[in-house]
Nanobody, 121 residues
Framework: QVQLVESGGGLVQPGGSLRLSCAASGSIFRINTMGWYRQAPGKQRELVAVITSGGSTSYADPVKGRFTISRDNAKNTMYLQMNSLKPEDTAVYYC???????????????WGQGTQVTVSS
């Protein structure tokens, strides 16, 4: 079994910063791509940023230049540094990881439970 646990969400004023963490634990042989997604009330879940095991990154247009995704492969942990936050960034943020639990098994996608980020004055 694999668990992903997000932390670091909260209430922040516009223009402020937050750093989210996603820690993966359990039966993990290898983690491939990891990513952050978000879902605002009444909207579909959307991609925020992804990072490969080699460190290549990709960002959604609304967060480019403000958010930075990173990971520590030794700790099976991913981060999202969010700067210059806007009210429209308010959402539940979810982490996702493609995990291989043994060398002879394929990758499977896992999700965390989500952490609330609220940007408001």
């Amino acid at each position: 079994q694999v668990q992903l646990v997000e932390s670091g969400g909260g209430l922040v004023q516009p223009g402020g910063s937050l750093r989210l963490s996603c820690a993966a634990s359990g039966s993990i042989f290898r983690i491939n791509t990891m990513g952050w997604y978000r879902q605002a009330p009444g909207k579909q879940r959307e991609l925020v940023a992804v990072i490969t095991s080699g460190g290549s990154t990709s960002y959604a247009d609304p967060v480019k230049g403000r958010f930075t995704i990173s990971r520590d492969n030794a700790k099976n942990t991913m981060y999202l540094q969010m700067n210059s936050l806007k009210p429209e960034d308010t959402a539940v943020y979810y982490c996702n990881a493609d995990v291989q639990i043994t060398a002879n098994r394929g990758y499977r996608s896992y999700w965390g439970q989500g952490t609330q980020v609220t940007v408001s004055s």
